[in-house]
């Protein structure tokens, strides 16, 4: 027969002698801590919308658990040696509490639902350490009041008592998600009202908080390490944004420049943006000429045909791509800060590896379709707008939505919206309707269908030339800019001469990102030489002279490709630029002062005595050279040497030599007719 404890309680054990321990300063501030911890447990609020019971279990045991911590904080009293032991791992155990709680209510609740049985499980856990923390804890033993003890005993029942614990209705809405995905994956259109059912139970009842939730889902896939979960986050994304569309509508437009999420524009240094995309880098590579690209970015450039380096113009001894590490570490220094997610490498290939979720693929597809109906319907400027930014935001995720868009005749529908009427009444529109083009354009396979599709590049050109703001404009201009990546289009933009003068206008009176992109776009037609005599035709090189003090690294590598490919009109414009360049030797930063130092020695060797002696002429132009070859790049130190001979060559009355050091010497002597050209 057992006897009840109720009635005959055990007998107290008598300690051994020194198990007592008299709280000390450390000992109060542990027992202070975790007071300070379980009120913040106490405080929080149940979980929303999922594990309501399991975690405002946890909350009313931390609350308990507050009292017990309070009273041993108003009332010190020495303690036993297990005790403190007792603490300090309750203490790991309630941070372990606060994390899950955070967690779950500060997350993606699509994912919290999917993972709603382990997260049920790990509540469980918790609870069973807390349990065996409390059938330790020796209050017995020490000086507690009745009531106390009395707490502590409810408290070791109620977590002993604890069971796993799983509401029917998380899990059936579990089910329910789980069917919707298999309908998609089917390519069956789900439900619409069962959709609406489903999310508005998860509190996703407008476009707002279906926005948040898909911004949720991205950052999961960065914490996730297995390619399995992976792929099921990204179909949950796929699930949200369809039922964004087809139940709530758009977002509420933005214009926030090409949608960088991370920062805005003006925030990011500029050494930490890739040269081609203009964006923040990921994943930073060194090419063989030594520029630093987003390997993203580069990639796309070597795999559309080119065999030179973007802004050197060099062409490479090799593709191969090595990692800059280095600058990748500053960059994700930089992002912790400002507290922006930074994916490294591996992650962004097992994202990549597993974005083609064929659920994700076909939840795509009936998000696109939806979008494309509804804009073709669309009568007032006002419905298009959220329609085109929902476009624009898809076409920036990734190459399966840019597929489907252009698949599903979109182009022929954003043409509507890049006119000037558009601009002026709907600016917002017009910028929307220009930056899907360029999203589309980052896909190989769309700036074929971009360029024969009629009248979008004039509509693309409409827009450089009147559009509504500067990014309308900049943004045409990086259209531009990605369509001459194809060595044809280059050839055939380069032969309109309102792309080259918009082009123009624009690096002259924009602003700076504007300046820049228009830049870009003009260093790449500048790879084409034909177009090359078009633009100093324009007056590239009186543009340069301009642009060079807002942007010197851009500005400076394409005076050195238009020199190089120009002929001798174009030698003859550069006369006046030879004193800037000086300058910029000494003061430039290392990528420009190397892109000035290779400038200056291919308009000298190409220009002759009358440029080098302009270069000459420039106070201390020895000394800035000297100073170069000590401390530049690679390619910086053997520019300036060559720089130097040509300097002391001239200066001893011989020819202007036309190799660099690595290359078998021979001088060449100007022409008379040459120096004529210059000299007129």
Not at 361 to 380: G, P, Y
Not at 609 to 632: C, D, K, P, T
Request: charged letters at 25%; one cysteine or more.
């Amino acid at each position: 027969m057992t006897v009840s404890p109720q009635i005959f309680p055990p007998r107290k054990r008598r300690p051994p002698a020194g198990a007592f321990l008299a709280p000390n300063l450390s000992d109060l501030k542990l027992v202070q801590s975790l007071l300070i911890l379980s009120q913040e447990i106490s405080s929080f609020k149940p979980i929303p919308f999922l594990l309501k019971r399991n975690s405002l279990s946890i909350i009313r045991k931390a609350k308990l658990l507050a009292i017990l911590f309070d009273e041993l904080l108003r009332n010190p009293i020495p303690f036993l040696s297990p005790t403190l032991l007792c603490f300090e791992e309750m203490y790991i155990v309630l941070q372990r509490v606060k994390t899950l709680i955070e967690d779950c209510s500060n997350g993606s609740r699509m994912w919290l639902l999917i993972q709603t049985e382990s997260m049920a499980s790990s509540f469980y856990e918790v609870t069973l350490e807390l349990s065996t923390l409390l059938d330790i804890f020796p209050a017995e033993e020490i000086d507690l009041s009745q009531d106390i003890q009395e707490l502590v005993i409810l408290i070791r029942r109620q977590c002993s008592q604890a069971k796993t614990f799983l509401d029917p209705n998380d899990y059936n809405l579990r089910h329910q998600v789980l069917t919707m995905l298999d309908l998609i994956r089917k390519q069956i259109v789900p439900d619409h009202s069962k959709l609406a059912e489903i999310f508005d139970k998860l509190g996703l009842r407008n476009s707002s908080t279906c926005k948040e939730e898909i911004e949720s889902l991205e950052d999961e896939v960065q914490n996730q390490i297995d390619e399995k979960s992976k792929s099921e986050v990204v179909a949950l994304i796929g699930l949200v944004r369809y039922a964004k569309c087809v139940l709530y509508g758009a977002s509420t437009p933005t214009c926030d420049r090409r949608q960088r999420k991370v920062v805005p524009e003006a925030n990011i240094p500029s050494a930490f943006r890739c040269p081609i995309s203009l964006d923040l880098m990921r994943d930073p590579v060194v090419v063989a000429t030594g520029q630093t690209y987003d390997r993203e970015s580069i990639n796309q450039w070597i795999e559309s045909g080119h065999d030179t380096c973007p802004m050197t113009v060099q062409r490479l001894a090799h593709t191969n791509l090595i990692p800059n590490l280095a600058l990748k570490n500053l960059i994700g220094m930089w992002c912790r800060e400002q507290k922006i997610p930074f994916e490294t490498a591996g992650n962004n290939k097992n994202v990549n590896a597993v974005i083609r979720n064929k659920a994700a693929i076909e939840a795509t597809k009936m998000t696109v379709s939806f979008l494309v109906n509804k804009l073709s319907l669309s009568q007032s400027f006002e419905t298009a707008n959220g329609v085109v930014y929902e476009l624009r935001a898809l076409a920036k995720t990734n190459s399966d939505s840019r597929t489907c868009m252009a698949e599903a005749g979109a182009i022929p529908l954003l043409l509507r919206y890049l006119g000037s009427d558009v601009g002026s009444e709907m600016p917002n529109l017009q910028v929307n309707a220009i930056t899907t083009i360029l999203n589309l354009s980052i896909l190989e396979a769309n700036k074929t269908k971009i360029m024969e599709t009629d009248g979008a590049l004039n509509g693309v050109i409409e827009v450089l030339w009147s559009g509504a703001t500067w990014e309308a404009k900049a943004n045409a201009a990086a259209t531009i800019f990605s369509l001459s990546g194809v060595h044809s289009f280059r050839k055939r933009l380069g032969r309109k001469a309102r792309v080259i003068k918009g082009l123009m206008d624009l690096a002259r009176s924009g602003n700076t990102c504007s300046k820049k992109d228009a830049l870009m776009a003009i260093l790449n037609l500048a790879g084409d030489r034909e177009t090359v005599g078009r633009l100093v035709e324009a007056g590239v090189v009186e543009m340069v002279k301009e642009a060079v003090n807002v942007l010197p690294k851009e500005a400076i590598t394409i005076l050195e490709v238009v020199v190089k490919k120009g002929g001798i009109v174009a030698i003859a414009a550069a006369y006046n630029v030879v004193r800037k360049l000086g300058t910029l030797l000494r003061q430039g930063s290392e990528a420009t002062r190397e892109s000035a130092a290779a400038s200056l020695v291919t308009i000298c060797r190409t220009g002759g005595s009358e440029m080098v002696a302009e270069l000459a002429s420039i106070s201390g132009i020895e000394r800035i050279i000297w100073e170069l070859m000590g401390s530049g790049t690679m390619r910086s130190r053997r520019k300036a040497a060559t720089l130097l001979r040509i300097l002391r060559r001239w200066a001893a009355g011989l020819d202007v030599e036309f190799v660099d050091l690595h290359t078998t010497t021979a001088n060449v002597t100007i022409s008379s007719s040459s120096r004529a050209a210059l000299a007129s």
